[in-house]
Nanobody, 124 residues
Framework: QVQLVESGGGLVQAGDSLRPSCAASGRTLSTYIVGWFRQAPGKERELVGAISLSGGTTRYDDAVKGRFTISRDSANYTAYLQMNSLKPEDTAVYYC?????????????????WGQGTQVTVSS
């Protein structure tokens, strides 16, 4: 099993940047697709983006494309979500999650390991 812990959220102003991280323990992330999700108050959880096992492929929701970048370190214990040009509508709890590498890459289903979430609040 793999345990995931997010950190790096916070309160920022519109236009600022944040870089939450997702640290794995128990196992490396080398055999997992890593996804970042977010859930705003009163809304369903949504997939923000995902990164492949090698890190060579990423895909993003249209709402964040061009502003957010997912990466993973070479040791495969940490994944990152670089968030630039933040907007108030990006305010949410952000979660990282992992699913086996053989899973369908950009389906929001199949994630069986989740972090506890980190709050991101963007003020206008």
């Amino acid at each position: 099993q793999v345990q995931l812990v997010e950190s790096g959220g916070g309160l920022v102003q519109a236009g600022d940047s944040l870089r939450p991280s997702c640290a794995a323990s128990g196992r490396t992330l080398s055999t997992y697709i890593v996804g970042w999700f977010r859930q705003a108050p009163g809304k369903e959880r949504e997939l923000v983006g995902a990164i492949s096992l090698s890190g060579g492929t990423t895909r993003y929701d249209d709402a964040v494309k061009g502003r957010f970048t997912i990466s993973r370190d070479s040791a495969n214990y940490t994944a990152y979500l670089q968030m630039n040009s933040l907007k108030p509508e990006d305010t949410a709890v952000y979660y990282c999650a992992a699913k086996p590498g053989y899973s369908s890459f950009y389906e929001s289903s199949g994630y069986n390991y989740w972090g506890q979430g980190t709050q991101v609040t963007v003020s206008s």
